[in-house]
């Protein structure tokens, strides 16, 4: 049975920092590629970013750029998203999401994205 866990959300304040984890099992993802995602109350999921097997293609939505990073661990089957300066407009559900064939074509959108993870909450609040 396939499985992605994220792990590590959290309360963080303004400006803080948090460290996102997500572990895959039941098969090996390493030549898959690998997204993170977000859903705040009330809206729809948005792509956050992406990285592909190699770790040298990697996208993200301009609401992060510079202050996330995502980055793999093959070795350990595990994805990261590093989030730092965060804002409270960052607060949502994350998830991380296991690309599929059509990833090459669309790597942003979901429809892209094969397997997904239960989510973990991030909230940023003073």
């Known amino acids: 049975q396939v499985q992605l866990v994220e792990s590590g959300g959290g309360l963080v304040q303004p400006g803080g920092s948090l460290r996102l984890s997500c572990a895959a099992s039941?098969?090996?993802?390493?030549?898959?590629?690998m997204g993170w995602f977000r859903q705040a109350p009330g809206k729809e999921r948005e792509f956050v970013a992406t990285?592909?097997?190699?770790?040298?293609?990697?996208y993200y939505v301009d609401s992060v750029k510079g202050r996330f990073t995502i980055s793999r661990d093959n070795d350990k089957n595990t994805v990261y998203l590093q989030m730092s300066s965060l804002k409270p407009e960052d607060t949502a559900v994350y998830y991380c999401a296991a690309g599929g064939r059509w990833w090459n074509v669309r790597p942003r959108n979901r429809s892209s994205y094969e397997y997904w993870g239960q989510g973990t909450q991030v909230t940023v609040s003073s």
């Open positions: 039941g098969r090996t993802f390493t030549s898959s590629p």
């Open positions: 990285i592909n097997w190699r770790s040298d293609i990697i």
